[in-house]
C-alpha cells in the first residue's frame, strides 16, 4: 500500500488550499483514509477522516466548518479541502490509512509522506 499526499504551500490566512491524497495498493474496498497534521513543538492530531465504502467523515473541532474531506473513487483520491485557513493551521499534513475505522493513530499501518501547510498571518 502506498500513499502519495500533495498540494501543501504557503497561503495568507483566510485562504485556502487543497490537498490530495492518492492510495494504492489497498485489495479491500474497506478502508479509512485520514489526514494528520503535526505543528512545531506539538503532538500529531488526527485533522479529519473519511470511509472507503460509504464516505462517511469525521473532523477534529478545530476545523470543523471549514476543512472538507472527500473522496474519488475512480482516481484512488483523497481530498481535503482547507477554507478559511488560520495560521494555528500550519503543520506538516500526512495522510494514512487504516483497515479499520478508528481516528487512533496507532490503528493507521500505512503513510504518505507529509506536505508542509504554511499560514501567514
Known amino acids: 500500500v502506498q500513499l502519495q499526499a500533495s498540494g501543501g504551500g504557503l497561503v495568507q490566512a483566510g485562504g485556502s488550499l487543497r490537498l490530495s491524497c492518492a492510495v494504492s495498493?489497498?485489495?479491500?474496498?474497506?478502508?479509512?483514509v485520514a489526514w494528520f497534521r503535526q505543528a512545531p513543538g506539538k503532538d500529531r492530531e488526527g485533522v479529519s477522516f473519511i470511509s472507503s465504502s460509504d464516505g462517511s467523515t469525521h473532523y477534529a473541532n478545530s476545523v470543523k466548518g471549514r476543512f472538507t474531506i472527500s473522496r474519488d473513487k475512480a482516481r484512488n483520491t483523497v481530498y481535503l479541502q482547507m477554507n478559511s485557513l488560520k495560521p494555528e493551521d500550519t503543520a506538516v499534513y500526512y495522510c494514512?490509512?487504516?483497515?479499520?475505522?478508528?481516528?487512533?493513530?496507532?490503528?493507521?499501518?500505512?503513510w504518505g509522506q507529509g506536505t508542509q501547510v504554511t499560514v501567514s498571518s
Open positions: 494514512a490509512a487504516s483497515q479499520v475505522w478508528s481516528r487512533a493513530q496507532d490503528q493507521y499501518d500505512y
Open positions: 495498493g489497498f485489495t479491500s474496498d474497506y478502508y479509512t
